[in-house]
């Protein structure tokens, strides 16, 4: 069993930054891809982005590629992701996801995530 917790969220100006925090409980952190999604008002939640149980595998969705960085710090059971140049577009609840495994196909599907954080609200003023 893992449980997430996202923290660092807030409010920020558009061309902000924030850093998001997820927080993994147990031993076995290491042996999971960490992923991160957002979902917006009245909107599917969408892919973000993806980093592998090493840090060799990394991905982002185009919406976000250039200005969103994520990294983990498997010492610190800790996912995160750095948000530069915000825009009002990125507005959201960001979740953070662990899944065992996953493939360029599957990295984007919430089915491919097996433990969930309870999200973190990020709001991008114009």
């Known amino acids: 069993q893992v449980q997430l917790v996202e923290s660092g969220g807030g409010l920020v100006q558009a061309g902000g930054s924030l850093r998001l925090s997820c927080a993994a409980s147990?031993?076995?952190?290491?042996?999971?891809?960490m992923g991160w999604f957002r979902q917006a008002p009245g909107k599917e939640r969408e892919f973000v982005a993806i980093?592998?149980?090493?840090?060799?595998?990394?991905y982002y969705a185009d919406s976000v590629k250039g200005r969103f960085t994520i990294s983990r710090d498997n010492a610190k059971n800790t996912v995160y992701l750095q948000m530069n140049s915000l825009k009002p577009e990125d507005t959201a609840v960001y979740y953070c996801?662990?899944?065992?495994?996953?493939?360029?196909?599957?990295?984007?599907?919430?089915?491919?995530?097996?433990?969930w954080g309870q999200g973190t609200q990020v709001t991008v003023s114009s």
């Open positions: 980093i592998g149980r090493s840090t060799g595998s990394i």
């Open positions: 996801a662990a899944g065992a495994q996953f493939t360029r196909t599957t990295m984007s599907r919430q089915t491919n995530y097996d433990y």
């Open positions: 147990g031993r076995t952190f290491s042996s999971y891809a």
